[in-house]
């Protein structure tokens, strides 16, 4: 009986050195320790043996039992380390491979625009306000000399939430509302971006939303040589210093005066082409000295203050500036337009 457990111990020893992965390894372990393994066949055989030998017998079975079990742990530390050595090997990442390009996105042609004006005005010492887009009817209109039945407020060119509340046609309420938390002082310097909301069909110069920039001074002897001077910087920053200006008589009902402003066509250098129109110039904004019938809505003394205005469209900027032909490009994001614009910033 003995001879035999030292045969199944070096039998199952040399079997567990040759085994090659864990669950040849596992099915050993089951084999040899198991209840149905070999050693306890043997130890049944054990009622024959004298009481002096059982113990013995038995004791060098659980011996055997323990070395076998020791070896099939240190065999299986073994294979387990190989496995992950494999797996890393397998696993190795080439770092002199060259990357994958990542794509770039790049900001909205019309939010660069913004930005650039906004920087531009900031630079002057102006700061940039904001308002809501649902609008009153008093700061889209009645706030800005647009008394009920002018006909700019004809239901028309406005979209109406209630008789009282609608999208905002301008920026403009923002200056009303900018100039009455001031509460009839000075100085007021700022610039109103944002989108504004019309009842037009939408065509290649027309949109049912677009957005605009508008500014505001008021302070003492603030005059039109203000304006002129502001927007001539305006002109020649935008579009290029060599750039001419030129201010039309106009009317707005919130500035008296009132004017438009062109500037030179780059294209023709002032002989007249196809886009001014054989004219030589462009019309880029409006703008004018703020009404006093404006000021005193918002509860300063014309008398005293005096300010200018305008108001532009960064479409129309930016589609004279970039060439585009379409001011529907700006909201389809069709992605082979907006990726000309993915400059290195
Ligand atoms: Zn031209």
Not at 64 to 70: A, G, L, Q, V, Y
Request: glycine share 8%.
């Amino acid at each position: 009986m003995r001879e035999r457990l030292q045969e199944l111990k070096s039998e199952a020893l040399e079997k567990i050195k040759h085994s090659s992965n864990l669950k040849e390894l596992n099915d050993l372990r089951v084999s040899y320790l198991g209840k149905k393994g070999p050693i306890t066949e043997v130890l049944r055989g054990m009622g024959k043996l004298s009481a002096e030998e059982r113990p013995k017998i038995g004791a060098l079975a659980n011996a055997i039992r323990e070395s076998i079990s020791e070896v099939i742990t240190e065999k299986r530390s073994e294979l387990e380390k190989a496995a992950v050595q494999k797996k890393l090997e397998a696993e190795t990442i080439d770092v002199t491979l060259p990357g994958r390009p990542v794509k770039r996105g790049s900001r909205h042609p019309l939010t660069k625009m913004i930005e650039e004006v906004e920087d531009l005005f900031i630079g002057m010492g102006y700061k940039v306000a904001e308002g809501p887009e649902v609008e009153i009817d008093y700061y889209n209109f009645e706030a800005l000399n647009l008394p009920k039945g002018h006909p700019a407020r004809d239901m028309q060119d406005s979209f109406y939430i209630t008789e009282d509340l609608l999208m905002r046609t301008h920026t403009s309420p923002v200056q009303a509302r900018t100039m009455e938390k001031h509460k009839g002082k000075g100085p007021v310097k700022i610039i109103c971006p944002g989108k504004v909301y019309r009842r037009d069909n939408d065509d290649a110069t027309h949109s049912h939303q677009f957005t605009q920039i508008e500014g505001l001074v008021v302070d003492e002897n603030i005059t039109m040589a203000d304006l002129k001077g502001t927007l001539e910087v305006f002109a020649k920053k935008i579009f290029g210093e060599d750039r001419e200006i030129r201010l039309r008589p106009s009317f707005f009902p919130f500035t008296e005066p009132s004017v438009e402003m062109d500037i030179s066509c780059k294209i023709c250098g002032g002989e007249g082409c196809r886009v001014c129109k054989q004219t030589g110039w462009i019309e880029i904004l409006g703008a004018g000295m703020v009404h006093p019938n404006v000021l005193r809505m918002a509860g300063f003394d014309p008398e005293k203050y005096t300010g200018f205005a305008f108001g532009m469209g960064p479409e129309r900027i930016a589609m004279l500036k970039y060439g585009i032909d379409d001011i529907r490009h700006f909201y389809t994001n069709d992605i082979r337009f907006l990726q000309q614009f993915s400059v290195q910033e």
